[in-house]
């Protein structure tokens, strides 16, 4: 990877621990390598020591993604032999993950 893209890639994983901070989640990036390294998590991002965040940033390559929820609150997608993942806007996971917060601690 060149050092354009490890730039940019460090600088959206920022900018995802910023967002969650701001929002009162505890997030940290991980160590480049650290799965390499022995540790649990591969993932850029971990919030509140448990869930692991993969962060990726691109020009213009989901594109497609966007459109599709312009009319959706959740897009639900799946390879064939594979699981469903669930896309979603940054507010409304911020706001189920608040509310399943709330839930947890009471």
Known sequence: MGKK????????E???VNLLEKHG?????TAPLQAAKGAESGA?????????IEVKRRRD???SLYKWLESADFLFLRADRKQYIVA?????FLELYAAAKG???S
């Open 5 to 12: 893209s490890r730039n940019k890639g460090m600088a959206a």
């Open 14 to 16: 920022r900018e995802v």
């Open 25 to 29: 989640c505890k997030a940290q990036r």
């Open 44 to 52: 850029d991002v971990l919030l509140d020591d448990t869930y692991r």
């Open 61 to 63: 390559g989901f594109s």
């Open 88 to 92: 979603m806007p940054v507010e409304m």
């Open 103 to 105: 839930r947890q601690s």
